[in-house]
């Protein structure tokens, strides 16, 4: 193997591997990505690098609030890493955006300096949804522990919403206003969601602040999309293949990607539009589509797949009683419930997604997607339960799901294997208080109104709940056709 990816071997690489179309050292930094996680770097990194062909000073400098390891593994490599594209028609392209990632506990200073240059005009977040703080009205957590922190320490913020409102204090004292803020995490309505935390807690702070925030600063809502596995060894040998030099952290990706993004800045953007990025003044149905079809299935498949031993999404989208079960919520209560007239095809979409289920080239695990239910189960699949309530469509089956995911945490508590969710700690205390009565755990999983809301408090919703645990507790590969035909 010929040394490592970096701005040397770049020159050197396959003819194959597309690589950034513009001179990297000529162009300048322009965005602060908080959250350079693989789906960043899988999505908006990649339309941003392509965008710089048409111009423009938008170099990304990544800011990871935890973890120090992509910082220094990326700072090996002058910031390059691969995305390898596994699809029918698989490539690998090259990806030069960062201009360097920088990590809470060592670059404080440094990173501030980011988000208060004048050149900076873009401020994007990929965090998951916890890293919002919010509660379950979609409202900012005042008792979050790391709000309560930062509201304390200003100056010193661990929490992404925390850190934006310092930045933008000290814009504010220069009357630097010329930043959106773009959220590009699976929330509904994220970009008016993160607006609100940061006012909310820009008020708590100082009051003439949350005004100039709310009147001067945009933050879009955006719907993103594209499947981006966790990268794994596998992975790192392919690229190394593919490249002739080792990448020490590449990407992978499906051949689809999709970002839609409110027309809503307050300074300028990249040439976002001219490499597929739909504006658009209306995200809301781009955004419930996806959030309720795709995300709201991937969820169904993780939970029901991991109950019945598959590992992949292949694998359960090829399970025929899954199949068909993810069909009927699709057409009887998913799809009824979203308002997309005239924007789009709902059916052909759900069917694209099913194929891109069906992908056989990415290896898409159930355990990933099963992270941190409390905070992507009120997304994807309460609030399409809520809109059939209210509407008097059913909601039946959107309570497998939920049911699917009290026996995950169940399974999890009995197989001792780790549970990933903010509230771990509370769900495996039930799973274990109540190991040899499941009825109760889904009762006590189900009064959690941090995760249900009003929900905890309607009896047809946590019965259906219920019934289902009790059928799919039964659940194996020889009945599923039965229990989830019914
Ligand atoms: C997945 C998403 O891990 C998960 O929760 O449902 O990451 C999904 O792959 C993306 O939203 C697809 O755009």
Redesign the pocket.
């Known amino acids: 193997m010929a040394g490592k990816l970096n701005n040397s071997t770049l020159t050197q690489l396959p003819a194959a591997v597309k690589v950034p179309a513009y001179q990297r050292q000529e162009r300048s930094r322009g965005i602060v990505h908080i959250g350079p996680g693989a ?1 960043h770097r899988a999505h908006q990194a990649v339309y941003t690098d392509m965008a710089m062909a048409f111009g423009g000073n938008w170099r990304i400098t990544g800011v990871s609030m935890r973890s120090a390891t992509l910082k220094h593994k990326m700072a090996e490599q002058d910031n390059l890493y691969s995305l390898v594209v596994l699809d029918n028609e698989p490539y690998v392209q090259v990806i030069g955006a960062f201009d360097s990632v920088l990590v809470l506990s060592e670059d404080r200073e440094a990173i501030m300096a980011a988000l208060t240059d004048t050149d900076t005009h873009i401020i994007s977040l990929t965090i998951t949804e916890k890293g919002y703080c919010l509660n379950s009205n979609g409202e900012l957590d005042t008792s979050h522990p790391d709000i309560m922190h930062d509201l304390a320490n200003p100056d010193e913020p661990v929490s992404a919403i925390g850190l934006i409102v310092s930045a933008l204090k000290h814009r504010f004292e220069q009357q630097l206003s010329d930043i959106t803020v773009i959220s590009c995490d ?1 929330l509904a309505d994220n970009g008016k969601k993160l607006g609100k935390a940061v006012t909310q807690f820009a008020q708590k702070l100082q009051p003439g602040l949350a005004e100039w925030v709310t009147e001067n600063i945009c933050f879009p809502c955006t719907m ?5 596995p966790a990268t794994d060894e596998a992975l790192i040998a392919l690229a190394a293949d593919k490249l002739g030099v080792e990448d020490a952290w590449p990407i992978q990706r499906e051949g689809f990607t999709q970002w839609v993004v409110e027309d809503s800045f307050s300074g300028p953007r990249p040439a976002w539009d001219k490499v597929g990025v739909t504006f658009t003044d209306d995200v809301a149905a781009f955004e419930n589509a ?1 959030l309720r079809i ?2 709201g299935t ?2 169904t498949l993780a939970y029901t797949g991991i109950l019945l031993g598959k590992e992949t999404v292949f694998e359960a989208i090829s399970d025929s009683a899954l199949a068909s079960f993810i069909r009927r919520l699709l057409s009887e209560e998913i799809i009824p419930s979203i308002n997309a007239e005239g924007v789009m095809d709902l059916p052909a979409y759900a069917e694209d997604i099913l194929n891109r289920y069906k992908n056989r080239h990415i290896r ?1 695990l159930l355990a ?2 099963a ?1 941190d239910g409390s905070q ?1 189960l009120p997304f994807r699949v309460l609030n399409t339960v809520r809109d059939n309530l209210k509407s008097g469509h059913q909601a039946k089956l959107l309570c497998v799901p939920i049911a699917a995911w009290i026996l995950f945490i169940a399974k999890r508590a009995r197989d001792e294997e780790q549970l990933v969710d903010p509230l771990a700690d509370t769900l495996s205390g039930l799973a274990q208080q109540h190991q040899q009565d499941i009825q109760a755990l889904a009762s006590a999983v189900l009064n959690l109104p941090q995760v249900f809301a009003e929900l905890s408090a309607n009896k047809w919703f946590k019965d259906t709940v219920l019934s289902y645990v009790e059928v799919l507790s039964g659940l194996t590969q020889d009945n599923a056709g039965t229990v989830l035909g019914e």
């Open positions: 789906f699976n993103v999309d594209s499947i981006t996806k795709l995300n991937h969820s898409h990933q997607i992270w992507k």
